[in-house]
């Protein structure tokens, strides 16, 4: 099989931002999706639709207690942070348990809201529920 090399495919908005109003907010997030492309893929995390106005994203983050994973939520834009303070020092024999630093943002739209968040450190994951509201 021949090896194929990933090719980037960039757009170009201007034609369309001289021929809509009220689409900057989609443009952006198309854009942003386009550089996002390249970016580190860790944790990985699920978005899962819970009913038809609520959803859950949940996050792997094994390692991570509840005072190191940080949620903000801010104009539409839902981040989650982890930091890992160094205080400890350990021997380790092997560490499959990455621990460092991450930063996850996900673009809401403007009917959904961040509602509630848990971590759960038995199966190591993150759950935040945000929930529509129907206009």
Sequence with gaps: MEDLAMRTTTFDFAPLWRSTIGFDRFFDLVEAAQRAGSE??????????????????????????????????????????????????????YQGISARHFKRQFNLADYVQSRTHRLRTACSASNWLAKSQRL
Excluded: C, M, W
Aim: hydrophobic fraction near 30%; charged fraction near 30%.
């Design 40 to 93: 580190d893929h860790y944790p990985p995390y699920n978005i899962e639709r819970l009913g038809d106005d609520s959803y859950q994203i949940s996050l792997a983050v094994a390692g991570f207690g509840p005072d190191d994973i940080a949620v903000t939520a801010e104009q539409n834009v839902l981040t989650i942070e982890g930091q890992k303070p160094d205080k400890e020092q350990r021997e380790y024999l």
